[in-house]
């Protein structure tokens, strides 16, 4: 697959007047075209800037940053401009303009572009339309929802047809039903106009939903990429285990001798079943042993997980799989 975004050994210290924040450290990661890419972190962890090196909002201190195979370091100001929008970004706090209707809006960037206005409002109700708020045309922002002007920005976002849609925090200000249907929009745009999606994100039920990959950033370094059913499934560092199991995957708390074998057959591997597991029954589930292979994107394989002592919330466990039709073995002397 090709590759949109390449990002090489980026760092990026902020120097202030007393101090020295060293907030990306050796960072590379490789985002493919077409994927949806959750970049996900606890807070201060470094997601927001290192996404906005990704458009060069802030210029990496060190490393490079390509598009498309392009540097933008080595860019032109007119050219790096044109590539800038080809990457649009929404934020969690939308950044409307107030006293601009909606669909004057999401004509603004393409005013800024050069377009006639005609051709403008023309594009923008297009758009409106794509994120289902024609009848919202002439109101303001002010009159709508978080979630209505989310999906103005996203449409405001869309104008110029960018390739990439940068993503921060989009969904936090949002309650879960709003987060899901803006979710299921962005997925949308995915589908139908194959641009590339990198979401910033605190919430591993938002890269769960709908990220096909992630990156776990902690402390200003890239603890672990993959696939989201890899890292979900094995998480292999700390930090991806305190994300995935919440409260640290730690050991200590998984005393619980009891363990169960789960055989999966032609389960999709899209569907991180042990994640959702873990989120559903809030509390962790220790895996002991994972043997999966995926076969044209479907995995076989089984798992050992020790689950918590808990009677009941094991139980729940228990139904939670049998109920996704996974073939559940309880083992009494399992030695790890
Ligand atoms: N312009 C700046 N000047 C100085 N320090 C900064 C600047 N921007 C970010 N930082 C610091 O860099 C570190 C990473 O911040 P960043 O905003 O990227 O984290 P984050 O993971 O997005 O956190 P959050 O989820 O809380 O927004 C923090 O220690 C922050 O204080």
Do not use: W
């Amino acid at each position: 697959m090709e590759t949109i975004i390449q990002v090489k050994d980026v760092g990026k210290t902020f120097i202030g007047k007393d101090n020295t924040v060293e907030a990306l450290k050796g960072i590379n990661l490789e985002i493919h075209k077409g994927e949806i890419y959750g970049i996900i972190g606890m807070s201060g962890a470094g997601k927001s800037t290192l996404v906005r090196c990704l458009n060069f909002l802030e210029k990496p201190t060190t490393g490079t940053v390509m598009i498309e195979g392009k540097d933008l370091a080595g860019l032109p100001e007119n050219e790096l401009r044109r590539t800038r929008t080809q990457i649009a970004m929404i934020f969690q706090h939308f950044n409307l303009l107030m006293q601009r209707t909606v669909l004057d809006n999401i004509c603004f960037p393409l005013e800024i572009t050069g377009q006639k206005k005609k051709e403008a409002r023309s594009r923008a109700k297009e758009l409106l339309e794509i994120v289902g708020l024609s009848e919202k045309a002439k109101a303001y922002p002010a009159q709508l929802s978080g979630g209505q002007k989310q999906r103005v920005a996203i449409a405001r976002a869309l104008a110029t047809n960018p390739k990439i849609l940068l993503c921060d925090e989009a969904t936090s200000a949002l309650d879960p039903t709003t987060t899901k249907s803006i979710l299921a929009l962005l997925k949308d745009i995915n589908e139908k106009y194959g641009i590339t999606i990198v979401i910033i994100t605190h919430e591993m039920a938002v890269v769960q939903e709908i990220c096909t990959h992630v990156a776990i950033i902690d402390g200003g370094t890239l603890a672990e990429t993959g696939t989201v059913e890899e890292v979900f499934t094995r998480p292999q560092t700390p930090a991806a285990k305190a994300l995935v199991f919440q409260n640290g995957g730690n050991h200590e708390q998984m005393r619980g001798k009891r363990c169960i074998r789960i055989v999966f057959k032609d389960h999709s591997s899209f569907e991180p079943v042990i994640a959702n597991m873990v989120l559903e029954c809030k509390a962790p589930a220790n895996i002991l042993l994972a043997d999966t292979k995926d076969i044209g994107g479907v995995a076989h394989g089984q798992m050992i997980l020790q689950l918590p002592e808990d009677e009941i919330i094991a139980r729940k466990m228990i139904h939670y799989l049998k109920e996704r039709k996974l073939e559940v073995e309880e083992l009494s002397n399992y030695v790890g």
